[in-house]
């Protein structure tokens, strides 16, 4: 089972900025929090990853609270082609178990961008 | 780079046909991974390889088979097809465990 908890679906007007939370309550110390979306028909897509500091790249920004248990995948500008599925996932940074090997994806949150 | 790469993009089977879907990267990853998607549902694992010739079962491998001969490629077969079996297969690849995973365009297999 995910071991998050996302909205089912967001609205975004093109160009504002896209905020996405997810709350990860239960997550452990060696946890990662990974976004990935899909666009439809597509195969998944990385966006970031963070372990308790903010992070940022050219797509998004990962903002992490300080006890770690919620954080947000922000969107600058979010554009007509940022309409996907979004997903937050927590995984271990390493261990030889299957529990650290798979990406457990949940149903994640449908972000429509409209003009 | 091409990154993961996975064909047939879409395929009809009938009831027991076999097949294998291709998967191949150019990342030298060690880790190579497939899963499968049904209609709104979230990914879940099939089968992995951490290497050439390692492989392991995942979730869901019942129906399936794989081999990992090179670094490169990860075939999965389908034996004996089943209606259960229709539903978009993402192979995947990443440097480790811990690392991030990077997936192909899938293929959209549909069992009639």
């Known amino acids: 089972d995910a071991k998050t908890t996302q909205p089912t679906s967001m609205d975004c007007a093109e160009g504002r900025a896209a905020n996405l939370p997810c709350n990860h309550s239960?997550?452990?110390?060696?946890?990662?929090v990974y976004w990935y979306r899909q666009i439809h028909s597509q195969g998944p897509q990385y966006i970031i990853h963070?372990?308790?500091n903010n992070e940022t790249n050219e797509m998004a920004s990962l903002i992490i609270t300080e006890d770690r248990k919620s954080s947000t995948l922000i969107l600058p500008h979010a554009t007509l082609r940022d309409t996907a599925v979004y997903y937050c996932i927590v995984r271990p940074s390493q261990g030889i178990s299957q529990a650290g090997t798979a990406l457990i994806f949940g149903k994640g949150t449908t972000l429509s961008v409209s003009s | 780079n091409a990154g993961v790469t996975q064909t047939p993009k879409f395929r009809i089977l009938k009831i027991g046909q076999s097949m294998t879907l291709q998967c191949a990267q150019d990342?030298?990853?060690?880790?190579m991974y497939w899963y499968r998607q049904d209609p709104g549902m979230g990914l879940k694992l099939i089968y992995y390889s951490v290497g050439a010739g390692i492989t392991d079962k995942g979730e869901v491998p019942n129906g399936y088979n794989v081999s990992r001969s090179t670094t490169e490629d990860f075939p999965l077969r389908l034996e004996l097809a089943a209606p259960s079996q229709t539903s978009v297969y993402f192979c995947a690849s990443s440097y480790s465990q811990g690392e991030t995973q990077y997936f192909g365009p899938g293929t959209r297999l549909l069992v009639l």
């Open positions: 239960t997550i452990s110390g060696n946890e990662y």
């Open positions: 990342m030298n990853h060690n880790y």
């Open positions: 963070g372990l308790k």
